[in-house]
């Protein structure tokens, strides 16, 4: 599987990455340098293997549902790139 | 000597002893920190205030008999892992001014036993590197110098390459690293110092910055196999804010140096003889093979057929991971916001582009891809297949051995800007500690030699999930070879 330039562009669209037009064609040659190198797995006999997603040791724990943090949207907010009292300011989504 | 060539275990004598004041202790590391991090680079952040504030602690609690294991140790931390009130950034310029209002469970760990934080070690960006190129506060430069090209500035090995960097020099007595790939095993080997990654859910990743949550591994650093020991005592345990992070008990690592290996059964894998292994690296392999054998273990040839899949397995689930927890960096939160600019996405879409660097935005994508529609089966769903089998295989491998020994890295440290030329080569470095990651086992580099131009080369030893003892018996037998 070889990328194109449209790919390569919705690939980014979908990472919310902007890409100028000019960076596309390296950024190409570059992508399907590494899918090219990881081709090499689809010679692996892979039938009847499951997954694996991780390492752990053992299941994921069972908590309380329970609330067990929060209360002090200060320390939450300090270090928000801009806020208004005590919200996180963004760009208007609704006119 | 000075007290910054002391290892921790004889500095915590001599504190004990009043021999020198942890007060003493911290102010010869920050001014060697003085002298050296300018041409090292080796710190993004010094906090030489609240170091010394910590140090007098440590100080009256020696003097009340209440100090701490590690009271007025002074250590490097790796600027991953989130410091309440010390700015955390990743290496990168997207969380340049973030400041935690929080403090990781192993920093915490090291706080409580008394340990004093000299600063924030660099890293590559996002812990995503093998040189300490990509970080956006610089590169770090390995102390160690090519006896025939003295000139040439090396790398240290990345990503933890400002930890192992200021252990090295003697900057820091011992350091916290992360490992997703061999960024603690393979830095430590660049620079001649030790480094362990330990199991998977050893040490808890809560409040330490994601890179691939599955394979991500905090560990330590310091310059002797009884220091790690003593370091990851204090860092590992349960915690229940990380859902993965193991209920068993820890046991006395520091012991388990003294343990010996007469008995054991070391493997040595083939599939680790890569095609055009320099020759160096192979006699190092042979010596390191010798000394077990000398010490009373015995040595043979073992298989793990799928080793030469890691690399590729781990540069599909490792980006997938990546593109996941990255997106978090929206520069509405926290971190870099880019100026300026139009409507919702495009904030995003600028803030993000600006703020990453070229390998995390590469990463990012390839992660994108490999999780998108139509491909998710292809890439991610097979890899994560293959990684079965990688961990199958050293499932079946420690039913016949007790630890496995190869090198940590096919050559010794390499200059700055060699090997950029593509992604691929430089991610050729991890071939050896990358399965290792995928499997969860724990594994340690141990200095053990020198190549011709006089820099350290590392052997690796790999355990059984949980088994860090046996890791630590090992490595101290290898210890002192070089």
């Not at chain 2, 095609?275 to 390191?288: F, K, T, V």
Request: aromatic share 6%.
């Amino acid at each position: 599987m070889s990328l194109d330039p449209a790919t390569v562009r919705r690939i980014a669209a979908l990472a919310r990455l902007h890409v100028d037009e000019a960076e596309v064609p390296r950024l190409q040659e570059e992508l399907n340098g590494i899918l090219g190198w990881i081709e090499q797995l689809n010679e692996v006999d892979v039938t009847g293997i499951e997954p694996l997603a991780g390492a752990a040791a053992n299941a994921l724990p069972m908590r309380a549902d329970v609330v067990t943090d929060g209360g002090y949207p200060e320390a939450v907010l300090a270090n928000a790139p801009e806020r208004i009292g005590a919200f996180f300011a963004v760009p208007n989504v609704v006119e | 000597m000075s007290l910054t060539d002391l290892t921790i275990a004889a500095a915590a004598d001599g504190l004990r002893r009043g021999d020198f004041t942890a007060r003493a202790l911290t102010e010869a590391h920050l001014a060697v920190i003085a002298a050296e991090n300018p041409r090292l680079n080796a710190f993004i952040t010094v906090t030489e205030a609240a170091a010394l504030a910590r140090a007098d602690a440590a100080d009256r609690a020696l003097a009340a008999g209440t100090a701490r294991p590690l009271a007025g140790i002074p250590l490097a931390i790796k600027d991953l892992f989130c410091t309440e009130g010390v700015r955390t950034t990743a290496g990168s310029r997207i969380l340049g001014n973030f400041i935690p209002p929080y403090e990781s469970t192993v920093t915490r760990r090291l706080l409580d036993d008394g340990a004093v934080f000299l600063g924030k070690a660099n890293l590559d960006e996002f812990a995503m590197g093998s040189s300490n190129m990509t970080s956006a506060f610089g590169p770090v430069a390995n102390p160690h110098r090519r006896r025939q090209d003295p000139d040439a500035v090396l790398v240290p090995g990345g990503s933890s390459g400002g930890s192992a960097a200021a252990v090295a020099a003697g900057l820091a007595m011992g350091a916290t690293g992360t490992d997703t790939g061999g960024s603690i095993r393979q830095p430590a080997a660049f620079c001649g110092i030790v480094g362990i990654k330990p199991s998977y859910g050893r040490c808890s990743r809560w409040g330490v910055v994601a890179f691939a949550s599955s394979l991500d591994h905090p560990g330590p650093v310091a310059r002797t196999v009884e220091d790690c020991a003593i370091l990851l005592g204090s860092m590992a345990g349960h915690d229940p804010r990380d859902s993965t992070s193991a209920d068993v008990p820890v046991p006395d690592y520091r012991a388990a140096c003294r343990r010996g290996v007469k008995g054991l059964r070391i493997g040595v894998p083939r599939e680790y003889r890569a095609e055009g292994m320099a020759g160096e690296i192979e006699a190092l392999w042979a010596r390191g093979v010798a000394r077990l054998r000398e010490a009373g273990a015995e040595v043979v040839d073992v298989s793990l057929p799928h080793t030469k899949y890691g690399l590729a397995t781990y540069y599909i689930i490792a980006p997938a991971e990546a593109s996941s927890n990255l997106a978090r960096y929206d520069g509405v939160r926290f971190g870099f916001r880019a100026a300026g600019r139009g409507d919702l996405r495009e904030l995003y879409e600028h803030s993000r582009a600006e703020g990453f660097g070229a390998e995390v935005r590469r990463r990012i994508l390839i992660g994108t891809y490999v999780l998108s529609a139509g491909y998710y089966d292809a890439y991610y769903l097979r890899a994560q297949k293959v990684r079965a089998l990688i961990k199958r295989d050293f499932d079946e491998v420690f039913r016949g051995v007790d630890a496995l020994l190869t090198p940590t890295a096919p050559s010794a440290a390499f200059a700055q800007g060699e090997k950029m030329d593509d992604p691929v080569t430089m991610y050729l470095n991890d071939v050896f500690t990358v399965p290792a990651d995928l499997a969860g086992v724990p594994a340690m580099s141990v200095p053990a030699g020198r190549d011709a131009d006089g820099l350290p080369l590392g052997l690796q030893v790999i355990g059984r999930s949980f088994d860090e003892a046996t890791v630590f018996a090992v490595g101290a037998a290898l210890e002192g070879m070089g």
